[in-house]
C-alpha cells in the first residue's frame, strides 16, 4: 500500500474528541503528524487547534480535509460507531480506511469490516488502553485488521503506543477481542484491590459495641480485630517491592491520598460492556471465569441492582421465621 506520509509521519483525521481522542490527538501532533479534528462539539476541535490540529466544522469539511486514501481514527461511544460511519461513509472512496479506537465488540467489527470491504474501504478495529494519563504515558493498543493496512498505519500505532506497547493480534474483530478481555481482567483487578482493601478498612471492628441477639452473628474475638489501619501508607507501601505492586495500585494510592475516606464517590460503579461481552465469550468458549464474573455481578450490586433481591432475602427470613430488620 501506498505511504503517503514523509519519513514516517501521516495525516490523519481524528473523530470524536473526548478525554482520550482529543489527548491522542495531541500526542500525534507532538510526534509530528498531520491531525484533523471534528467532533459534534465544535468547541472541541476549535480547542485542538490552538495545539495545531487542524478543525473541521462539518462531516463534509472534515473528509475534504484529508487527502486519500485517508485515514481516519474513530473516538466515540460504541453504540454510536455505526451512526458515525454512515455520516462518513458517504463521503469516502475506495482505499480510504477507518479505525475505531473505542471499545466496540468485536462481532460488529467483524460485521463492519465485512460491509466496508464491499465498497473498497478498510476497516481496523484497536482497542486503547490508557485513560486520561496516555498523553505522556502513552497507549497500549491492541489492534485487528488487514496485514498490509495495519503495517500502513504503523506510525500512528508506533506514535500512539510507549515502546512494545502496540500489537497487530489478527484479523477484524481480534484488536478488540483482546481489548474485551483486558477489560474484563481490569474488573477484576479493580474488584480484587476493593474488597482487600474494605477488610483492612473494618479491621477495627472489634473496638466498637456489638448488639447480642438471636439476628446478629456474634464477633467471637474482638480482641482480634483492633486495628486501625492507614489504607493510603499501607497502599503506598505494596508499591514498593510488593508482587501486587501496578499502575493500578499506584492510582489506588493516589486515590486514597487525596481523598482517604473517599468522600467525593458515592460508590456506583458503570460497567460499558466489555466485562460482559467477556464473559459471554467465555460461556461460549466453556472456560471458567468465577473471579471475573464476581466483579461484574458486584458492579450491578453498587448501583442498586441486587436492592429487590435483597428485599425478597428479608421477607422470606420473616416468613418463616418472624425475623425483622434491624434498623
Known sequence: MRQRAYHGLMQIGMVGLGRMGANMTRRLIRGGHACVAFDVNPGAAADLAKDGASAATSVEDFVAKLAAPRAIWLMVPAAVVDDTIAALIVHLQPGDMLIDGGNSHYVDDIRRAEALRGKGIHYVDAGTSGGVWGLDRGYCLMVGGETPVVRHLEPIFRTLAPPDGYLHCGPSGAGHFVKMVHNGIEYGLMAAYAEGLNILHHANVGAGEHVKDAETTPLRHPEHYRYDFDLGAIAEVWRHGSVISSWLLDLTARALA????????????????????????????????????????ERFSSRGQSAFADQLLSAMRFQFGGHTEKP
Open 258 to 297: 487525596d481523598d482517604p475516606k473517599l468522600e467525593k464517590f458515592g460508590g456506583r460503579v458503570a460497567d460499558s460492556g466489555e466485562g460482559r461481552w467477556t464473559l459471554s465469550a467465555a460461556i461460549d468458549e466453556g472456560v471458567p471465569a468465577h473471579v471475573l464474573s464476581a466483579a461484574l455481578y
